[in-house]
Nanobody
Framework: QVQLVESGGGLVQPGGSLRLSCAAS????????MGWHRQAPGKQRELVAA???????????NYADSVKGRFTISRDNAKHTAYLQMNSLKPEDTAVYYC????????????????WGQGTQVTVSS
């Protein structure tokens, strides 16, 4: 009932930048957490960054140590969209990047949901 569509991946040289977008659509009442995960060939999927909004917090963020200071996650609540600005990219950032969103549905019971996007490839290479 909730679909996520990622965009913005591609090929970039080391030291370059990319901006990923993740747009959620469907029967959404609210989205609490939006996050970016990545999976490189032969490795497990790992959390890259997440941003959580609540009544008391406009957007607390969490980053993997490997991307702190280089990546920035943000969101537009009105558009149900999250962004990942990636600067100073390194070859080890090469992976498929997946967006995840968790929240509640626009139903009588406000059932919770957790949805994933299809992934977007990021390749950092000279």
């Amino acid at each position: 009932q909730v679909q996520l569509v990622e965009s913005g991946g591609g090929l970039v040289q080391p030291g370059g930048s990319l901006r990923l977008s993740c747009a959620a659509s469907g029967s959404i009442f609210s989205i609490n957490t939006m996050g970016w995960h990545r999976q490189a060939p032969g490795k497990q999927r790992e959390l890259v960054a997440a941003i959580t909004s609540s009544i008391t917090s406009s957007g607390s963020t969490n980053y993997a140590d490997s991307v702190k200071g280089r990546f920035t996650i943000s969101r537009d609540n009105a558009k149900h969209t999250a962004y990942l600005q990636m600067n100073s990219l390194k070859p080890e950032d090469t992976a498929v990047y997946y967006c995840n969103a968790e929240g509640t549905l626009r139903t009588v019971t406000h059932a919770r949901f957790s949805s994933w996007g299809q992934g977007t490839q990021v390749t950092v290479s000279s």
